[in-house]
T-cell receptor
């Protein structure tokens, strides 16, 4: 069965420092991976996706993610964190057989301190 | 363009009562999703529609939950009767088409509290 794991409940980083939010996956076949962000009292917003091709995927708000097949990881990164990046981040994997069905991880809360 | 609309934003009911949520997707989006997000967990798909047909409802507790999308546009999700464990945020999302790895656009959600 497809699944993703987010090993950290919370990540704390100082403003201006690089940030990484971790995600590992378990899939049969080629993985299709996504990152979404959720701000307080709002729905999820799409950040980026990996379907195929370049292992470094660039997304919205300066975020990028690196697909690593050997480590089965898809970590979210940003070179310089902003206080406004503080939010809940979800990694997701596309279901193997049901079109557009996403299976989400448990989420990682990112806190950026000024 | 207007986003996904949901109402109400908040609802408090007692157990065994009924409740309904409404969702209006982005105009022209064929696929509509209802998710349940329990505090501290990721969203779990309850039901997925392609136009007015059901693509997947494998995780919908059909003894108490029902959903419809009669004209292939807006949708309602109903819980009858509600249980304490139904307390969650119910998210609606839509996407333009199926099978093309499209991003999903989410509404703000309805926060349900069952007392």
């Amino acid at each position: 069965a497809q699944s993703v794991a987010q090993p950290e409940d919370q990540v704390n980083v100082a403003e201006g420092n690089p940030l990484t939010v971790k995600c590992t996956y378990s899939v049969s076949g080629n993985p299709y991976l996504f990152w979404y962000v959720q701000y307080p009292n709002r729905g999820l917003q799409f950040l980026l996706k990996y379907i195929t091709g370049d292992n470094l995927v660039k997304g919205s708000y300066g975020f990028e993610a690196e697909f690593n097949k050997s480590q089965t990881s898809f970590h979210l990164k940003k070179p310089s964190a902003l206080v406004s990046d503080s939010a809940l981040y979800f990694c997701a994997v596309r279901h193997l057989t049901i079109p557009d069905k996403l299976i989400f991880g448990t989420g990682t809360r990112l806190q950026v301190f000024p | 363009e207007a986003g996904v609309a949901q109402s109400p934003r908040y609802k408090i009911i007692e157990k065994r009562q009924s409740v309904a949520f409404w969702c209006n997707p982005i105009s022209g989006h064929a696929t509509l999703y209802w998710y349940q997000q329990i505090l501290g967990q990721g969203p779990k798909l309850l039901i997925q529609f392609q136009n007015n047909g059901v693509v997947d409802d494998s995780q919908l507790p059909k003894d108490r939950f029902s959903a419809e999308r009669l004209k292939g546009v807006d949708s309602t999700l109903k819980i009858q009767p509600a249980k304490l464990e139904d307390s969650a945020v119910y998210l609606c999302a839509s996407s333009p088409a199926s099978g093309l790895y499209n991003e999903q656009f989410f509404g703000p959600g309805t926060r349900l509290t069952v007392l």
